[in-house]
């Protein structure tokens, strides 16, 4: 069964940092394009990173250019978002994401979907 499990979550403080996980497990990672994704309350799912499945390529949204870097690691089967940085706008449950095709965060081209995890930005 494919599922998805992110994990790194919490609370922390405007300025500090954050690494998300995404695990994968009942597929092999190598031939999916990954995307984080983020939901605030009130607020569409709006995509926020992606890594391709080929070469590595990345995408981020432009109010996370700079802070954000996603990687993945094939052998462990786990996708990371490192966050620094952190805004309290950055609130948000955020989800990751998986797909055959090429990296795009548009959220309904996406296959399978994590439960999600909660990051709050506050002091």
């Known amino acids: 069964q494919l599922q998805l499990v992110e994990s790194g979550g919490g609370l922390v403080q405007p300025g500090g940092s954050l690494r998300l996980s995404c695990a994968a497990s009942g597929f092999t990672l190598d031939y999916y394009a990954i995307g984080w994704f983020r939901q605030a309350p009130g607020k569409e799912r709006e995509g926020v990173s992606c890594?391709?499945?080929?070469?590595?390529?990345?995408y981020y949204v432009d109010s996370v250019k700079g802070r954000f870097t996603i990687s993945r690691d094939n052998a462990r089967k786990t996708v990371y978002l490192q966050m620094n940085s952190l805004k309290p706008e950055d609130t948000a449950v955020y989800y990751c994401?998986?797909?055959?095709?090429?990296?795009?965060?548009?959220?309904?081209?996406?296959?399978?979907w994590g439960q999600g995890t909660q990051v709050t930005v506050s002091s």
């Open positions: 994401a998986a797909k055959l095709t090429g990296c795009l965060t548009i959220a309904t081209t996406y296959d399978y």
């Open positions: 890594i391709s499945s080929s070469d590595g390529s990345t």
